[in-house]
């Protein structure tokens, strides 16, 4: 099986969520621009239809905060199977939902750097969590 584009697995990600809340995309388009985020319903449909190749990060969030779903749930799809990480490589969707999440490094990333760039937050909930076992 070969695995969709990031992008297209967003697209495919909104139209469920936009249909989910029974929006059309006028309305999506419409909830987007009270965010800040220009989209009329011909953006939200060239997104849908494939049309549109692109989305820019502001515009991802301000998705994921109209939609209610968390980022990692918009472009990792719900399945389990492969996901493209970059054009050159895929991994499978549980790992890339642990990476997105900053909870483990991709396979062959150095593990010591990855856990190094961690919010302080962060670390205190995983010290309580332990503490807590």
């Given at each position: 099986?070969?695995?969709?584009?990031?992008?297209?697995?967003?697209?495919r990600r909104v139209r469920e969520l936009r249909r989910r809340k029974g929006w059309t995309a006028a309305q999506l388009g419409d909830?987007?621009?009270?965010?800040g985020v220009r989209w009329d319903r011909f953006t939200v449909s060239?997104?849908?239809?494939?049309?549109?190749q692109n989305v820019t990060l502001t515009e991802l969030l301000a998705l994921g905060a109209v939609l209610d779903v968390g980022l990692v749930h918009l472009f990792v799809p719900l399945s389990?199977?492969?996901?493209?990480?970059?054009p050159?490589?895929?991994?499978?969707?549980?790992?890339?939902r642990a990476w997105v999440r900053g909870e483990e490094?991709?396979?062959g990333m150095d593990e010591r750097i990855f856990m190094t760039e961690v919010a302080?937050?962060?670390?205190?909930?995983?010290r309580q969590a332990r503490r807590s076992e």
């Open positions: 099986m070969i695995p969709d584009d990031p992008v297209q697995v967003v697209s909830a987007l621009t009270r965010q060239n997104l849908e239809n494939g049309k549109r389990d199977g492969p996901v493209k990480v970059t050159e490589r895929v991994e499978d969707a549980d790992t890339v490094p991709l396979p302080t937050a962060d670390l205190v909930a995983a």
